[in-house]
T-cell receptor, first 118, second 108 residues
Framework: GAVVSQHPSWVICKSGTSVKIECRSL??????MFWYRQFPKQSLMLMAT?????????EQGVEKDKFLINHASLTLSTLTVTSAHPEDSSFYIC??????????????FGPGTRLTVL | QKEVEQNSGPLSVPEGAIASLNCTYSDRVSQSFFWYRQYSGKSPELIMSIYSNGDKEDGRFTAQLNKASQYVSLLIRDSQPSDSATYLCAVYDYKLSFGAGTTVTVRA
C-alpha cells in the first residue's frame, strides 16, 4: 500500500515553455502533498506544501508564480513550472502524507520527474 | 529553524559487516523520525519509522531513538552490496526536515 505515482518520469523542454507534473496517491487519500526539488549530490529541498482545496504554502525563496501548485482532489496534485529556464533543470519529487497510527504521519514519495530545460 | 545533522560520509563497509548511521536533531518537540534510502537517480524509499525511545527492528535494519539526547540511529546488519545507497534521516513536525544524507558503499 501507500503508492505514489508521478507523471511524467522525465521531460525535456525548450526554454520559455511550461511543464506540468502530476502526482497521484494511488491507494490512499492524501490531504497533504509536498513538492521537493533535488539537485545533483544534494539533499531534498522542500518547495511547497499543498493541502487539498486550499492554496499551497511555499518555502522561502520559492517563486509561487513560477511554480504553480494545484491540489484539486485528495489523490492528485500538480506542479506547473512556468516559463522554464535551464536553471530549473532538476529532479522534482512529490510526496503524499498518509495518516498513521497514534497521530503520526508518514510521507511516501513518488518516483520523481527529471526535468531538463534546453 | 529545525536542523537535522547526519554523520558525514561516505561510509564504506565490507559485505556482511554492520553499517552504523547516526543522526541528531535540534527540535525537542519532534515526535516522529524516519530513515529513507535513496539510490542514485531515484526518489527516497521509506525504510524505518520510529516514534518511541528504544530500538525498533525490521529485518536487517534496526532504528534506535533517544529523545533525551535528540539522537536517532540506523544499524544495517549483514550489509549487502544492494544496501549501497544514500540514507536520509528525517524528522517530522508538520513537515519533514531532512539531513544531508550519508552515502554507504558496501564492498563485495
Amino acid at each position: 500500500g501507500a503508492v505514489v505515482s508521478q507523471h511524467p518520469s522525465w521531460v525535456i523542454c525548450k526554454s520559455g515553455t511550461s511543464v506540468k507534473i502530476e502526482c497521484r496517491s494511488l491507494d490512499f487519500q492524501a490531504t497533504t502533498m509536498f513538492w521537493y526539488r533535488q539537485f545533483p549530490k544534494q539533499s531534498l529541498m522542500l518547495m511547497a506544501t499543498s493541502n487539498e482545496g486550499s492554496k499551497a504554502t511555499y518555502e522561502q525563496g520559492v517563486e509561487k508564480d513560477k511554480f504553480l501548485i494545484n491540489h484539486a482532489s485528495l489523490t492528485l496534485s500538480t506542479l506547473t513550472v512556468t516559463s522554464a529556464h535551464p536553471e530549473d533543470s532538476s529532479f522534482y519529487i512529490c510526496s503524499a502524507r498518509a495518516a498513521g497510527l497514534y497521530g503520526t504521519d508518514t510521507q511516501y514519495f513518488g518516483p520523481g520527474t527529471r526535468l531538463t530545460v534546453l | 529553524q529545525k536542523e537535522v545533522e547526519q554523520n558525514s560520509g561516505p561510509l564504506s563497509v565490507p559485505e556482511g559487516a554492520i553499517a552504523s548511521l547516526n543522526c541528531t536533531y535540534s527540535d525537542r518537540v519532534s515526535q516522529s523520525f524516519f530513515w529513507y534510502r535513496q539510490y542514485s537517480g531515484k526518489s527516497p524509499e521509506l525504510i524505518m519509522s520510529i516514534y518511541s525511545n528504544g530500538d525498533k527492528e525490521d529485518g536487517r535494519f534496526t532504528a534506535q531513538l533517544n529523545k533525551a539526547s535528540q539522537y536517532v540511529s540506523l544499524l544495517i546488519r549483514d550489509s549487502q552490496p544492494s544496501d549501497s545507497a544514500t540514507y536520509l534521516c528525517a524528522v517530522y513536525d508538520y513537515k519533514l526536515s531532512f539531513g544531508a544524507g550519508t552515502t554507504v558503499t558496501v564492498r563485495a
